[in-house]
């Protein structure tokens, strides 16, 4: 295996061929079962929602800290944009669930009257690019957390575990950049439909 392979800001590897599911998915059936709890949850938002469990698609998507860190490895790498995403649909947008943490990225989803948007996760009132949403919810108190946002810290975890269940059993999967794509497509068990960018040029 290439020495690529290594864990970096998307997961592990730089492209789909220095990945061995294989391996990932004995670690996975191992280590990261999820629970009932989860699975209920992951009911219950179907239900809220009221979108079809068996023909869905998904779009998990965010910015904030990452537009900066996908810079660390390739300074010229340039974070994608939503459009991007959005164009992998083919302007088909019924069947579309969004998830986000970005209040700049919910705005423009907003403005798409058929994609089913989420709110089962808090926005990130950070909105310069330089805090992600795991470093400022990190950083408050249990109280503060639920005086603001009526969460709890297991509750926002359970949340974020929901999502990803719902994200790895879509039909279609979107996703941004990052380790939350990645563990969607570990608990997918394969990349199949599945579009997961690395750059705006790259994507695996």
Known sequence: ?????????????????????????????????????VKSNSLRIVDKYKFNKESFN?????????????T??????KYPELSDALNLFKNDFKNVVAQTDDICIKSELSR????TILNELPLCPDTSGQNGVHTYF??????????EYNQTHEEQVLNLLSILHLASISKVLVGYPGNMTFTACCLRKNFDNVYFFKDSKNFF
């Open 1 to 37: 295996p290439s020495h690529d392979t290594g864990i970096n800001l998307w997961g592990i590897g730089h492209n789909k061929n220095q990945i061995n599911l294989e391996l990932i998915n004995l670690v996975f059936d191992t280590f990261f079962n999820l629970t009932d709890t």
């Open 58 to 70: 998904f779009l998990l998507w965010r910015k904030t800290d990452k537009i900066h860190e996908i």
């Open 138 to 147: 990190n950083n408050l108190t249990p109280e503060q957390l639920k005086n």
């Open 112 to 115: 798409i009257s058929d994609i």
């Open 72 to 77: 660390w490895f390739d300074k010229d790498a």
